[in-house]
Antibody
Framework: QVQLQESGPGLVKPSESLSLTCTVS??????????WAWIRQPPGKGLEWIAS???????YYNPSLRSRVTISVDTSKNQFSLKMTSVTAADTAVYYC??????????WGQGTLVTVSS | QTVVTQEPSLTVSPGGTVTLTCASS?????????PNWFQQKPGQAPRALIY???NKHPWTPARFSGSLLGGKAALTLSGVQPDDEADYYC????????????FGGGTKLTVL
């Protein structure tokens, strides 16, 4: 079955950029009707949707994060990625990648903790 | 900035019934918002329970049900079990030129 696995640095310095990749296995990222998403959860706090992308590249963003975030997809590697610039301690969170944020086929990865600290 | 509001905490006795709600700052929640519900236990990733108001995933226990109630999305647990103690999150989809999803702040459900 389809599985999602997040990868990337667990520690990022303030003011630098955070880059994460989600590898999709057991199925093609080009599957129709799916949007691939990033969601995060600061320690002890709630969930926040960051962005979603279709395999064609069509994307949409959380308005409050739009200026710092880029989501991209690499169909040749069956991966999609997140880049967030100018990070601060407030960006410390568990970052989840997901197939569809909600809906009948929603599927989430296990998450990866990213800590922003010098 | 769109805000989705849930009860911060609720307490229910084992075997009881409890309803969690999910409200939108833009007005009444309808099917166009595709409300979803997730359950999260400590140290675990969220698990999807309900999608598009009422629909259950194959793994969703029968005691969980979704609905619209008084302009809000609602999640009802009937015959609550101790294992249902968890955080519950709703998420709503806002369409349009800048489509986006917004999660509620979550409800901490205590079974006591």
């Amino acid at each position: 079955q389809v599985q999602l696995q997040e990868s990337g640095p667990g520690l990022v310095k303030p003011s630098e950029s955070l880059s994460l990749t989600c590898t999709v296995s057991g199925g093609s990222i080009r599957s129709s009707n799916y949007y691939w998403a990033w969601i995060r959860q600061p320690p002890g706090k709630g969930l926040e949707w960051i962005a979603s992308i279709y395999y064609s590249g069509r994307s949409y963003y959380n308005p409050s994060l739009r200026s710092r975030v880029t989501i991209s997809v690499d169909t040749s590697k069956n991966q999609f990625s997140l880049k967030m610039t100018s990070v601060t301690a407030a960006d410390t969170a568990v970052y989840y990648c997901a197939r569809d944020t909600g809906g009948v086929d929603t599927l989430w990865g296990q998450g990866t903790l990213v800590t922003v600290s010098s | 900035q769109t805000v989705v509001t849930q009860e911060p905490s609720l307490t229910v006795s084992p075997g009881g019934t409890v309803t969690l709600t999910c409200a939108s700052s833009t007005g009444a929640v309808t099917g166009e918002y595709y409300p979803n519900w997730f359950q999260q236990k400590p140290g675990q990733a969220p698990r999807a329970l309900i999608y598009s108001i009422t629909n259950k995933h194959p793994w969703t226990p029968a005691r969980f049900s979704g609905s619209l109630l008084g302009g809000k999305a609602a999640l009802t647990l009937s015959g609550v079990q101790p294992d249902d103690e968890a955080d519950y999150y709703c998420v709503l989809h806002y369409g349009g030129a800048q489509a986006h999803w917004v999660f509620g702040g979550g409800t901490k459900l205590t079974v006591l």
